[in-house]
């Protein structure tokens, strides 16, 4: 059913939560009497849930319900949720969990905060006034939540200063205050993603996170491990990934130069080996991993692997000598003078690939502001200078 345009969309990313759907559209019925209001299930379910959903919406007359069902899960559930403000055709979006933990009788609230005119999201805080935390999953959970949102808090405090609860599913934003295409969705906190990738207003209204009614929770080491992972790619922008296959060659190169000296190889033989394996290495997780979004708009990959074997070669020039001076000069073992030199070499490795190898074809504007674009982009976003 299309009515006129809603006033508000609310977005609800679902993963095998089909014994919810019919109570959370009923009181999400009952709490928004009067707007005009659609409800769009950004749906990742793997049982029945579809046609939970299907069948609910078929039944329903009071607020229009639709569902994006994705085949392939990118981004996960904040891949969902940005498929959701996609696809919504109000500007107001409100964004909540399907495991009705995020009571639907606020959502007005968070309207009404918004109403005001002077804030481009309405975050529902567990952590201000008479907002309660208790519904989570134990003790630990609650550590969990507690350390965590310490943590990125401390990691964002200017982007943050004004928000309590970063860590929270439960939140309204104008869409047009948002720039879809700069975000860069990954695991489940895309409220952390779109306050420390934009500068918007920020609003709060203090809610009370419910216990859970069906279904399980979704939190796991592996969800932890994602959201560190995001962290670390949202404070240091791509630098966190390169750093991280730098490192993982680094770990290699120290291995392979121990393996070859044991077995008698001279030392420089032995690092020679080892940093143009690890060369090649490095430039196909690179590839994979921190500047993919990039491919498309610079040279051939042909190029791409010439220009870094040929930048990575001439620093290991000059590294493996330097290495060498550290060995005979300060008698320090090779693969300590190995890890020096890494070290060193690891900025120059990095400006040189966001800044030459990744390069667009065709400069969007003066070399000069191209350069200070790409610094931007590539080394402090979303940094707070």
Known sequence: ????????????????????????????????????????????????????????????????????????????????????????????????????????????????????????????????????????????RTLVSR??????????????????????????????????????????????????????????IPFRFAEREAGGSKASLRQGAHFLAQLAALRFGKMSGFAAIGALGAVANLAIVWALTTVGMHYIWAAVIAAEVTIVANFLLQERFVFRELVDDASGRWSRFAKSFAFNNAEALVRIPMMGLLVETWHI????????TLVVAFVARYAFHALVVYAPR??????????????DEQVTAPGEL
């Open 1 to 140: 059913m299309q009515t006129a345009t809603p006033e508000v969309t609310i977005i609800v990313p679902t993963f095998n939560e089909g014994p919810n759907v019919a109570p959370l559209v009923d009181r999400l019925s009952t709490a928004l009497a009067g707007r005009r209001a659609e409800i769009v299930f950004a749906d990742d379910s793997t049982d029945e849930t579809p046609a939970e959903i299907e069948r609910v919406a078929a039944a329903t007359g009071s607020i229009d319900v639709r569902m994006i069902h994705r085949a392939e899960p990118l981004g996960g559930l904040s891949g969902a949720v940005i498929a959701g403000l996609r696809a919504a055709r109000a500007r107001v979006c409100v964004v909540m969990d399907g495991d009705l933990q995020h009571p639907p009788e606020d959502v007005p609230r968070l309207l009404d905060r918004h109403a005001r005119g002077d804030v481009d999201v309405v975050v529902a805080s567990r952590y201000i006034g008479d907002g309660s935390s208790d519904g989570l999953d134990g003790l630990s």
């Open 147 to 204: 350390t965590t949102t310490a943590l990125t808090k401390a990691m964002f405090p200017l982007r943050l200063r004004a928000c309590t609860d970063p860590m929270t599913g439960f939140f309204l934003v104008d869409t047009g205050a948002l720039d879809l295409e700069a975000l860069r969705p990954r695991g489940f906190k895309i409220l952390l993603e779109i306050l420390a990738r934009q500068q918007l207003r920020i609003g709060e």
């Open 333 to 340: 073992s090779s693969v300590l003078a190995t890890g020096i």
């Open 362 to 375: 065709k400069p969007r504007s003066t070399r000069r502001e191209r350069v200070l674009h790409e610094i």
